[in-house]
């Protein structure tokens, strides 16, 4: 067993670092604290318990609806203090006007709405655009729908979900960054950055991060279902994006809708007090989910919405979305002694603080420039940066025999597939206010870059769902009339998304049995799945010489695709996400701990195995093809030992071997050999993504610091342990070579 190093050197060195974050929006200014106090003395207690209500106020819902009372009467008396659903200038104003006008104390409203992956210029899905590997890009792309959320009037979006996922059946896969918790955490840093870019002018808006904790993890993938979770697995792997949203500076958390060891999280004090505020010292607004309060009575918690109310403020849920619950009984439960007057001051300053930091009581109306609107949204620039994400997002699985890109000398094109021409079925749940008529079909996006002369024909085939094979016919003569097929299958958006999960994630409907009937043309095909989650698509891999994973890109959909079929962009994505070879590997992702018996694809008897499939995954996380080649040099290091306060540099030479300059994204794992607990086969510490030059070569360093090797020992707290490390990198997390190094105890 190794010896422990003791972690509060690096501890301090990383509060140094990243803790004075917070400062920059939620420790507020002495001349603030002053102006919150001041109000706070002025509120009756009903004023006060309505600042922590937030009204769904146009219908629009993500969850079952309670009925509320008059909406009007309750914002004249101050009964409201933020909105959900409502987005544009002219609207917002109407009943921002009515809060500071005809309310006592003139407290202005906060507005939120799921602004998830844009508002009207609408990026790829979250899991998509974790494929790009490029957190600039991220940053940039929500930075962008902030600036169109807040020239729509909006302050507060409920993003980003930093909840890890293992399990492709969850329909809410798409919302996140896929299976690595490293990846993730970074993925949270960069999008509080982007929406919070600027927070306190009126370009930015506040931040969320949900689903706080463990939401990735239900039962058979089951939204909403129970989770069932190690207290290691919980804290090594489920909260650290959570913690590095707060280091990040987020404004606001969300609660899960699903129970860790038996407590829902919504009224889980050693989640949201405990963990939360004490050991992270976080100082923003904690907002339920929808309806989450009232659903402790389902849950079992609660007898009634009372008693949910009790359970979800003395757990420390700051604000009731979409409920009214706290408006029904916090009062009463003051006067039993069940909450006091001090929790709902808290609770009431957290708020306050956060109105006066955007500047609201200043202004008001700082955010409902109509102008602005107009010119902002969907601006020529925010179409440029969504087309450049999607091509960033899409993953080249395969590429037989180098049929990408598209032969300049191709005469005619079939386009074939139910999702090659249908708007409606790109667009997700989560797109925002993005509307149907801007999102470019694949269909298309190939008539707007092919040329001319080059004839698409084009046919149906079938739906996505059903069993009819009638426009077979039309597909196949289609490809008949072509030299190469293009096979657009997958799911509608509405199939993956929250309230979508699957127990059998197959390409629906009678769309493999269209790609053979296409196959046997013996025309070459190539398929672009469209999805929001990985999909099993074993068969598909084996008869189609040409993959593309298209996911949901957004309103750049066709003009992105055309672009990588075509070759104008050279397709760099990586699966952040491991694709399942079938649906009873799930969970299945590259960082497992390894066992006493470790299992191989070669089904050695009596290991970690199945008996009628391999073990690994069909794609790995990481893994993703160019149209060029790159080869690797084994992995160095600048010494064979380090220490606590040394830094090891990693270094590997990457060459383009291939026929066309494009980016790579090389990746860095470790490896703990021996230690006081069993740890992961590998473990993501790092990436760089480049530009080479066909037959460039380039050196790619990387910094290891102790910090990095850490880990939780068996008493469940933080340790560095010296001994012997596997350092690997490579093209993705199964493909790498290796370097073992020290870490020596000083």
Same mark, same amino acid.
């Given at each position: 067993?190794?010896?422990?190093?003791?972690?509060?050197?690096?501890?301090?060195?990383?509060?140094?670092?990243?803790?004075?974050?917070?400062?920059?929006?939620?420790?507020?200014?002495?001349?603030?604290?002053?102006?919150?106090?001041?109000?706070?003395?002025?509120?009756?207690?009903?004023?006060?318990?309505?600042?922590?209500?937030?009204?769904?106020?146009?219908?629009?819902?993500?969850?079952?609806?309670?009925?509320?009372?008059?909406?009007?009467?309750?914002?004249?008396?101050?009964?409201?203090?933020?909105?959900?659903?409502?987005?544009?200038?002219?609207?917002?104003?109407?009943?921002?006007?009515?809060?500071?006008?005809?309310?006592?104390?003139?407290?202005?409203?906060?507005?939120?709405?799921?602004?998830?992956?844009?508002?009207?210029?609408?990026?790829?899905?979250?899991?998509?655009?974790?494929?790009?590997?490029?957190?600039?890009?991220?940053?940039?792309?929500?930075?962008?729908?902030?600036?169109?959320?807040?020239?729509?009037?909006?302050?507060?979006?409920?993003?980003?979900?930093?909840?890890?996922?293992?399990?492709?059946?969850?329909?809410?896969?798409?919302?996140?960054?896929?299976?690595?918790?490293?990846?993730?955490?970074?993925?949270?840093?960069?999008?509080?950055?982007? !929406?919070?870019?600027?927070?306190?002018?009126?370009?930015?808006?506040?931040?969320?991060?949900?689903?706080?904790?463990? !939401?990735?993890? &239900?039962?058979?993938?089951?939204?909403?279902?129970?989770?069932?979770?190690?207290?290691?697995?919980?804290?090594?792997? !489920?909260? &650290?994006?959570?913690?590095?949203?707060?280091?990040?500076?987020?404004?606001?958390?969300?609660?899960?809708?699903?129970?860790?060891?038996?407590?829902?999280?919504?009224?889980?004090?050693?989640?949201?007090?405990?963990?939360?505020?004490?050991?992270?010292?976080?100082?923003?607004?904690?907002?339920?989910?929808?309806?989450?309060?009232?659903?402790?009575?389902?849950?079992?918690?609660?007898?009634?919405?009372?008693?949910?109310?009790?359970?979800?403020?003395?757990?420390?849920?700051?604000?009731?979305?979409?409920?009214?619950? !706290?408006?029904?009984?916090?009062?009463?439960?003051?006067?039993?002694?069940?909450?006091?007057?001090?929790?709902?001051?808290?609770?009431?300053?957290?708020?306050?603080?956060?109105?006066?930091?955007?500047?609201?009581?200043?202004?008001?109306?700082?955010?409902?420039?109509?102008?602005?609107?107009?010119?902002?949204?969907?601006?020529?620039?925010?179409?440029?940066?969504?087309?450049?994400?999607?091509?960033?997002?899409?993953?080249?699985?395969?590429?037989?025999?180098?049929?990408?890109?598209?032969?300049?000398?191709?005469?005619?094109?079939?386009?074939?597939?139910?999702?090659?021409?249908?708007?409606?079925?790109?667009?997700?749940?989560?797109?925002?206010?993005?509307?149907?008529?801007?999102?470019?079909?694949?269909?298309?996006?190939?008539?707007?870059?092919?040329?001319?002369?080059?004839?698409?024909?084009?046919?149906?085939?079938?739906?996505?769902?059903?069993?009819?094979?009638?426009?077979?016919?039309?597909?196949?003569?289609?490809?008949?009339?072509?030299?190469?097929?293009?096979?657009?299958?997958?799911?509608?958006?509405?199939?993956?998304?929250?309230?979508?999960?699957?127990?059998?994630?197959?390409?629906?409907?009678?769309?493999?049995?269209?790609?053979?009937?296409?196959?046997?043309?013996?025309?070459?095909?190539?398929?672009?799945?469209?999805?929001?989650?990985?999909?099993?698509?074993?068969?598909?891999?084996?008869?189609?010489?040409?993959?593309?994973?298209?996911?949901?890109?957004?309103?750049?959909?066709?003009?992105?695709?055309?672009?990588?079929?075509?070759?104008?962009?050279?397709?760099?994505?990586?699966?952040?996400?491991?694709?399942?070879?079938?649906?009873?590997?799930?969970?299945?992702?590259?960082?497992?701990?390894?066992?006493?018996?470790?299992?191989?694809?070669?089904?050695?008897?009596?290991?970690?195995?199945?008996?009628?499939?391999?073990?690994?995954?069909?794609?790995?996380?990481?893994?993703?093809?160019?149209?060029?080649?790159?080869?690797?040099?084994?992995?160095?290091?600048?010494?064979?030992?380090?220490?606590?306060?040394?830094?090891?540099?990693?270094?590997?030479?990457?060459?383009?071997?291939?026929?066309?300059?494009?980016?790579?994204?090389?990746?860095?794992?470790?490896?703990?050999?021996?230690?006081?607990?069993?740890?992961?086969?590998?473990?993501?510490?790092?990436?760089?993504?480049?530009?080479?030059?066909?037959?460039?070569?380039?050196?790619?360093?990387?910094?290891?610091?102790?910090?990095?090797?850490?880990?939780?020992?068996?008493?469940?707290?933080?340790?560095?342990?010296?001994?012997?490390?596997?350092?690997?990198?490579?093209?993705?997390?199964?493909?790498?070579?290796?370097?073992?190094?020290?870490?020596?105890? &000083?």
């Amino acid at each position: 067993m190794k010896t422990k190093t003791l972690l509060i050197l690096w501890i301090a060195f990383l509060s140094f670092e990243r803790g004075n974050s917070q400062s920059l929006f939620m420790e507020a200014s002495p001349e603030i604290e002053e102006k919150v106090e001041k109000l706070l003395q002025q509120m009756t207690l009903a004023e006060k318990i309505g600042q922590l209500n937030q009204s769904n106020a146009n219908g629009v819902a993500t969850g079952p609806q309670k009925a509320q009372d008059d909406f009007y009467k309750q914002l004249e008396a101050g009964r409201i203090g933020s909105i959900l659903n409502i987005a544009g200038v002219e609207e917002i104003r109407k009943y921002q006007e009515i809060a500071v006008t005809r309310s006592r104390l003139k407290i202005p409203l906060l507005f939120g709405y799921d602004v998830i992956h844009g508002y009207k210029t609408i990026f790829p899905i979250p899991l998509a655009e974790s494929c790009s590997w490029d957190l600039e890009l991220m940053e940039k792309s929500a930075r962008i729908a902030a600036k169109e959320a807040a020239a729509a009037g909006l302050h507060w979006t409920f993003a980003p979900m930093i909840d890890v996922s293992r399990d492709p059946r969850w329909g809410r896969v798409l919302e996140g960054a896929g299976e690595d918790t490293w990846l993730t955490s970074r993925v949270a840093e960069a999008k509080v950055r982007g !929406y919070q870019w600027n927070l306190g002018s009126n370009e930015s808006v506040l931040a969320c991060a949900k689903h706080f904790a463990a !939401y990735g993890l &239900p039962q058979a993938g089951k939204d909403y279902g129970t989770v069932d979770i190690s207290e290691r697995t919980l804290e090594e792997i !489920y909260l &650290p994006p959570f913690k590095a949203a707060v280091e990040a500076g987020v404004a606001t958390f969300m609660p899960a809708f699903n129970d860790i060891a038996g407590v829902p999280c919504t009224a889980n004090k050693w989640l949201l007090t405990e963990v939360l505020r004490n050991r992270w010292k976080f100082k923003g607004v904690v907002v339920s989910d929808w309806g989450a309060i009232w659903q402790l009575v389902p849950h079992g918690m609660a007898h009634g919405s009372k008693q949910a109310v009790e359970l979800s403020i003395n757990a420390g849920v700051d604000m009731d979305m979409a409920d009214g619950e !706290y408006n029904r009984h916090a009062l009463a439960l003051i006067n039993e002694g069940k909450v006091t007057v001090g929790q709902i001051d808290e609770m009431v300053r957290r708020i306050l603080r956060m109105k006066f930091k955007l500047g609201l009581f200043d202004d008001p109306f700082r955010f409902c420039d109509v102008k602005r609107e107009k010119r902002v949204i969907r601006n020529c620039d925010f179409i440029a940066e969504a087309r450049k994400a999607a091509q960033k997002s899409i993953v080249l699985l395969k590429n037989e025999n180098y049929l990408l890109p598209l032969a300049k000398d191709i005469k005619s094109i079939a386009v074939v597939g139910p999702l090659a021409d249908n708007k409606q079925y790109l667009r997700d749940y989560w797109a925002g206010k993005g509307e149907v008529n801007d999102y470019v079909t694949l269909l298309e996006g190939l008539k707007n870059n092919l040329p001319s002369h080059i004839k698409i024909n084009y046919a149906k085939g079938c739906d996505v769902t059903g069993t009819d094979c009638s426009f077979f016919s039309e597909a196949v003569e289609a490809a008949n009339q072509s030299e190469l097929v293009i096979a657009a299958i997958g799911e509608r958006a509405s199939m993956s998304g929250e309230d979508a999960s699957r127990a059998d994630i197959s390409i629906p409907g009678v769309q493999e049995e269209l790609v053979q009937a296409l196959l046997d043309t013996g025309k070459p095909v190539v398929v672009v799945l469209m999805n929001g989650r990985p999909l099993t698509i074993s068969k598909l891999t084996e008869q189609v010489p040409a993959i593309v994973e298209g996911w949901f890109l957004g309103t750049e959909t066709g003009n992105a695709i055309a672009d990588v079929l075509l070759g104008k962009y050279n397709p760099s994505g990586k699966l952040t996400m491991s694709f399942p070879r079938n649906v009873g590997q799930i969970p299945v992702f590259y960082n497992y701990r390894q066992s006493g018996r470790p299992g191989t694809d070669k089904l050695t008897k009596w290991t970690n195995r199945f008996i009628d499939s391999p073990v690994s995954p069909l794609y790995p996380f990481g893994y993703g093809l160019s149209y060029t080649t790159f080869s690797y040099s084994a992995p160095r290091v600048s010494q064979k030992e380090f220490s606590t306060n040394e830094i090891l540099k990693v270094s590997v030479d990457v060459t383009n071997t291939g026929q066309y300059d494009g980016e790579e994204t090389i990746q860095l794992y470790i490896r703990d050999v021996i230690a006081s607990v069993t740890r992961p086969v590998k473990e993501l510490k790092g990436f760089k993504k480049i530009f080479l030059r066909k037959g460039e070569t380039r050196t790619v360093g990387f910094e290891l610091r102790a910090e990095d090797l850490s880990f939780l020992s068996q008493d469940m707290e933080p340790v560095i342990e010296s001994g012997e490390f596997i350092l690997m990198t490579g093209p993705n997390s199964k493909d790498v070579q290796s370097v073992k190094v020290k870490f020596v105890k &000083p």
